[in-house]
Structures are given as C-alpha cells and as structure tokens.
C-alpha cells in the first residue's frame, strides 16, 4: 500500500510537470494582436498621494519580434518591452525610476492573467484587480462598420478622406510598409478613461491591417455625418 501511494504521487508530479512544460512558448510565439484587459489608467495625483489603479478596460494590442526582441505596441497605450521566461510573460513602459508593469503567468500558449504594478523610485505598488491577456486568432477575416473608409484614409491618405482638423497624418503608416493586403475586423474599443474623465464606450472601430512588409492596429470613428474625426494606428 505504502509503494502504491509512493508511486501515485510520483505520476502526480510527473503529470503535473508535463502539464507546466506544455503552455512554455518560445518568444516568437508571443508575436501577433492580442487583447489585453489591464487598468485604463495608472496615476499618482500629489507628492503625497498613493498610486491609482483606473478601472480595468480592454485594449488591442500588437507584439512585434525583431531579432531577439520583443515590443508591444497598443491602439492609444503606448509602446513596450516584452520579455518571457518560462510561464511568466512581463510587459513594461517608461524609464527606470518610474515604470509600470504587467507580470502574469501564461495559462495556455495564448492567454495569461496577472496584475498591473506601478515601480516608482524602487518602490511597487501592485494593483489587486486581476489584468489578463489573450492572443487572437487571425484566420478568419471579418468585414467591419469602416472598411472602406480605413482603405481610403491608408491607400489614398486623409487629403482625399472628409476628416476633422484635428485628425492628422498617422506617422507610425511610413512607405516602407508597402501596399495593403488585408484587413481583418477585431472590434470595439473604448476611448479615454484617464483620471477625472469618463471612456466613451466602444468608441474605436479597430482593424489589424496587414501590409506587404508589417503590420499595424489602426482604430477609427467617424461622426454622424460620415467625418472622421479620430484615426489612430500603432
């Protein structure tokens, strides 16, 4: 009885390490969009003040290998380094006395949880809702409310596309990225949600455009009489 109990807990941890060593990924399989749940907003009002954790809200996001680096690139969240070891996959922005992170643990191959943390001058504060992550799957295209007006304002540029004066030339579009050869429909997202101001819900039409030499996540809306008056790609 006692080698049989032995031998079960034995293949209990060999399961159970097996199980580990299946969602372990290699860097380059991070690269695609992905949509990344985390605070809408992290900010430090006074001197005095403790670090504030927005409300959490939804983003797509784009991560991009090139060598042995990655970055992630988010529709209005800015810019980013990724790095992985083994489950725990980490995300940072800004400079090394004042970064905010997002450190979770890979559930499968294309999704992860974990949580949002501010660094401030060696000090961390750690935002208890729990931030999550998923990779999107790509093959299927769909069509979106903005297809033909995100073609025009790529191919033919905003000179040629009715747009409020405040919308301007997107300078992440350069001309090395070629022609565009698909657009694929991911959905809506929020626009704002910084501290003191409320998100308009599903304000962006987001779209993953593929190009002959890259990619961007471009989002778009238009007013009620057909201008477009936010345009934004990472």
Not at 60 to 69: A, S, T
Not at 174 to 184: C, E, F, H, K, N
Not at 228 to 233: E, I, P, R, S
């Amino acid at each position: 009885m006692r080698l049989a109990s032995v031998f079960l807990l034995l293949s209990a941890i060999a399961a159970s390490a097996q199980k580990t060593e299946s969602i372990t990924v290699n860097a380059s399989a991070l690269a695609g969009v992905w949509q990344i749940t985390s605070p809408s907003y992290v900010a430090k009002r006074g001197i005095f003040s403790g670090i504030e954790f927005g409300p959490l809200a939804a983003r797509f996001c784009r991560v991009e290998q090139i060598k042995n680096e990655l970055t992630s690139y988010c529709l209005n969240g800015g810019s980013g380094i990724v790095t992985i070891d083994g489950r725990i996959i980490h995300f940072a922005r800004g400079i090394m006395i004042a970064r905010v992170v997002l450190e979770g643990t890979l559930d499968s191959s294309d999704s992860f949880t974990g949580h949002m943390a501010m660094k401030l001058a060696g000090i961390t504060t750690e935002d208890p809702n729990v931030s999550s992550g998923r990779k999107l799957n790509l093959s299927d295209q769909k069509t979106g409310p903005a297809d033909a007006v995100l073609r025009a304002a790529i191919s033919n540029g905003l000179a040629q596309t009715p747009h409020d004066a405040k919308v301007k030339d997107i300078p992440t579009l350069t001309p090395d990225l070629g022609s565009v050869q698909a657009m694929i429909w991911l959905g809506h997202q929020s626009q704002g949600g910084a501290p003191d101001q409320q998100a308009i819900k599903d304000y962006f039409s987001v779209y993953a455009v593929e190009f002959d030499h890259g990619e961007r996540i471009c989002g778009l809306h238009q007013r009620d009489d057909g201008v477009l008056d936010a345009f934004h790609c990472s």
